[in-house]
C-alpha cells in the first residue's frame, strides 16, 4: 500500500462489501426466484457497500495526491 494506513473501520468497511458480495451473487441469478422486494433489499445493501468501498478509494486517492505534492515541494 502506497502510504495508505489501514484503519479498523476500513478494514471493517471492506470485509462488509466482501460478504454483501459473496450473499449478493446467488440472489441475482435467473433462477433465484426473489421478490422485487428482497431484490430491493439486497440492491440497498449493495449500493451502500459500494458507497463506502468509493470512500475508501478516494481517501485512496486524496492520499497519493498529497504524497505526489509533497514529493514535488521537496524536489
Do not use: F, K, Y
Amino acid at each position: 500500500m502506497t502510504g495508505v494506513r489501514q484503519t479498523p473501520n476500513r478494514l471493517q468497511q471492506l470485509e462488509t462489501a466482501a460478504v454483501i458480495l459473496c450473499l449478493a451473487r446467488p440472489m441475482v441469478d435467473d433462477d433465484a426466484g426473489l421478490t422485487a422486494d428482497e431484490l430491493r433489499w439486497i440492491a440497498g445493501r449493495l449500493v451502500e457497500s459500494l458507497t463506502d468501498v468509493l470512500g475508501i478509494a478516494a481517501g485512496r486517492c486524496e492520499g497519493d495526491r498529497r504524497d505526489a505534492c509533497s514529493a514535488s515541494a521537496g524536489s
